[in-house]
């Protein structure tokens, strides 16, 4: 069965951190990409981050640059997003999501992906 789980959510005052973790099961780590998206109350689903098979490439979407990165541990079929310099407008539900791969590329277009987590709050208060 395959399984996404994320962690690591919570509550955080503004220019505080969190680390989520995306714990796979169920699939080969090394064929699928993980992207990270998130869906704030009323808005659309955006994706946030990703990285390819085997770590082999990254992306972080503009709104987060330099603030958010994500990391893979592949002993532990888990990705990390460190997330620092919280703002409030980085409160959603963040989900993690696995889709298969025949390249070292990664994307955080969301109709790509092949299986999704059940999400994560996380709730930044200024």
Known sequence: EVQLVESGGGLVQAGGSLRLSCTVSGFSFDDYAIGWFRQAPGKEREGVSCI???????????SVKGRFTISSDNAKNTVYLQMNS????????????????????????SYGMNYWGKGTLVTVSS
């Open 86 to 109: 919280l703002k409030p407008e980085d409160t959603a539900v963040y989900y993690c999501a696995a889709e298969r791969t025949y390249s070292s590329l990664c994307s955080t277009n």
């Open 52 to 62: 390819g098979s085997r770590g082999a490439s990254t992306h972080v979407a503009d």
